[in-house]
T-cell receptor, first 114, second 113 residues
Framework: DTGVSQDPRHKITKRGQNVTFRCDPI?????LYWYRQTLGQGPEFLTY????????KSRLLSDRFSAERPKGSFSTLEIQRTEQGDSAMYLC????????????FGQGTRLTVV | KNQVEQSPQSLIILEGKNCTLQ??????????LRWYKQDTGRGPVSLTI?????NTKSNGRYTATLDADTKQSSLHITASQLSDSASYIC????????????FGAGTQVVVTP
């Protein structure tokens, strides 16, 4: 296992289209996190899962955003009817459920909405 | 208002010199504080994690300190190298929601020859 993997690395889409990103966590990690980062800012929390359960969801995650982790392994983040304001880096991270454990981030998916 | 504030926003240092980055937070109740290094266009990479009872932790040339009473942390980089050029991000977790990380905006460090 080489770490957290995200796909695609880059995505350009037209406004109004739907996009889906995938995250494969480190295999023994049962916690998975999604964050969004805009240029020059720190990442903002979107949501996180413990196994297949979505434990917390930010109010930043509007009705157009949905995240799933159906089998407690990989996760998908879907954005419907994309807007230019959705342009950002979408980061996924994973960890064990032990408090104070290290969280490992993927390389991110860069979304550009034109 | 962001619960994690970092300073300075950016700094330029000469290769071989030391520097110190600051992080103030209001996240409560406190669980842990992390420092991450993020290269441009890449995901963050963990440098240190500290809990309430830890005052200092080192990772090579990186040394982090934590004062949980004043809610302040610092990251000291010793003998900087060109590869240290990156954004350094302070991340705090609350004890009642430790799965939700609160990120600072980061300090952009540029190391020049």
């Amino acid at each position: 296992d080489t770490g957290v993997s995200q796909d695609p690395r880059h995505k350009i889409t037209k406004r109004g289209q739907n996009v889906t990103f995938r995250c494969d966590p480190i295999s023994e990690h049962n916690r998975l996190y999604w964050y969004r980062q805009t240029l020059g800012q720190g990442p903002e929390f979107l949501t996180y899962f413990q196994n297949e359960a979505q434990l917390e969801k930010s109010r930043l995650l509007s009705d157009r955003f949905s995240a799933e982790r159906p089998k407690g392994s990989f996760s998908t983040l879907e954005i419907q009817r994309t807007e230019q304001g959705d342009s950002a880096m979408y980061l996924c991270a994973s960890s064990t459920q032990t408090e104070n454990t290290e969280a490992f981030f993927g390389q991110g998916t860069r979304l550009t909405v034109v | 208002k962001n619960q994690v504030e970092q300073s300075p926003q950016s700094l330029i240092i000469l290769e071989g010199k030391n520097c110190t980055l600051q992080c103030n937070y209001t996240v409560s109740p406190f669980s842990n504080l992390r420092w991450y290094k993020q290269d441009t266009g890449r995901g963050p990479v963990s440098l240190t994690i500290m809990t309430f009872s830890e005052n200092t932790k080192s990772n090579g040339r990186y040394t982090a300190t934590l004062d949980a009473d004043t809610k302040q942390s610092s990251l000291h980089i010793t003998a900087s190298q060109l590869s240290d050029s990156a954004s350094y991000i302070c991340v705090v977790s609350a004890a009642d929601s430790w799965g939700k990380f609160q990120f600072g905006a980061g300090t952009q460090v540029v190391v020049t020859p």
